[in-house]
């Protein structure tokens, strides 16, 4: 389990539910997918998933966040330069699982790795691309949600507090607090634009070096310019960070605001998913090993 009070859903139950409240994909196989940090995902055939999220919410609360997922998923697509996503549907609680849930579309691709593309440049293009692309899109002058990376980094300092205390067996946290500082004590951002929110390598599809397709688009939204700068780091050694740094115009500051929302992402990976989700602990390190081994932050 990734969460100590992690919702179970087996392929039984998807079947049933989806097969009862979708009856154009009654005669489709369910296949498990996988299970990532927030849902359960199940193939249906080759055309849809079914997505049940992991953590109990009151049910019109979860809905409530399905369909504004929805509309966001819409309007990242409207902007992406590649495949995403789209909505279906909202399925009922039932069966034993007690939340609504959500149906989209399949989109085909080989998820990229936190190193399989480290250096190359045609993937960082792309990157920067994609970036580029959701910065043109209209804010339509809303404001942040409130909830999340992408506002204030002073407002995660209780939870990089927590996140120090739990790695101090296995991070340098010395070295990370002081880092932190630094980061904490950057100008925020003078305006806000459209972002994906968690550009991480297991949200991005691949067909070679070529991005191919985003998913996990719920979450589009205003935010901070430089949040969606994580996937520099998550993904890319020192000159491909750079092909996305110049083909974004990104000045010293917004550069490291950047960084420090990947620092702030990555540090809460390598303790959390350590033994439930290696391969996230793993992206952490990866990525504070690049933040703190680059010649911007490595004297700290």
Not at 126 to 140: G, H, V
Not at 236 to 250: M, Y
Request: glycine share 8%; charged share 25%; hydrophobic share 40%.
């Amino acid at each position: 389990m990734l969460h100590d009070d992690e919702i179970r859903v087996d392929v039984i139950t998807a079947s049933s539910l989806i097969h009862n409240q979708f009856p154009e994909f009654v005669d489709e196989e369910i296949q498990p997918f996988h299970t990532g940090t927030d849902n359960a995902v199940f193939r249906i055939g080759l055309r849809a998933t079914a997505r049940f999220p992991l953590r109990p919410v009151e049910p019109d609360v979860r809905a409530d966040t399905l369909r504004h997922e929805s509309m966001a998923m819409d309007e990242f697509a409207d902007h992406c330069p590649v495949p995403t996503p789209r909505p279906i549907g909202i399925g009922k609680p039932g069966d034993g699982y007690p939340m609504p849930w959500a149906v989209q579309s399949w989109v085909a691709g080989v998820v990229a790795t936190p190193n399989g593309l480290s250096t190359s440049r045609a993937f960082a293009d792309d990157i920067a691309n994609l970036i580029a692309a959701l910065r043109r899109a209209d804010t339509r002058q809303r404001q942040f949600c409130g909830q999340g990376r992408g506002g204030s980094l002073g407002d995660h300092e209780a939870w990089m507090d927590t996140c120090f205390k739990m790695s101090e067996a296995l991070l340098d946290v010395p070295k990370l607090r002081r880092l932190w500082e630094r980061f904490r004590a950057l100008p925020p951002h003078l305006a806000l634009a459209m972002c994906h929110k968690d550009l991480i390598p297991a949200n991005l599809l691949v067909d070679g070096e070529r991005l191919i397709g985003v998913l996990d688009c719920g979450g589009c939204g205003p935010a901070d310019p430089a949040l969606d700068l994580v996937a520099a780091w998550h993904l890319f050694e020192r000159n491909e960070r750079d092909i996305v740094r110049v083909r974004l115009g990104c000045d010293d500051v917004e550069w490291e605001r950047g960084a420090a929302w990947a620092f702030q992402q990555a540090m809460g990976l390598v303790w959390y998913y350590l033994d439930s989700h290696p391969g996230m602990a793993e992206l952490g390190r990866s990525t504070l090993n690049r933040i703190t081994t680059a010649p911007e932050f490595s004297s700290n």
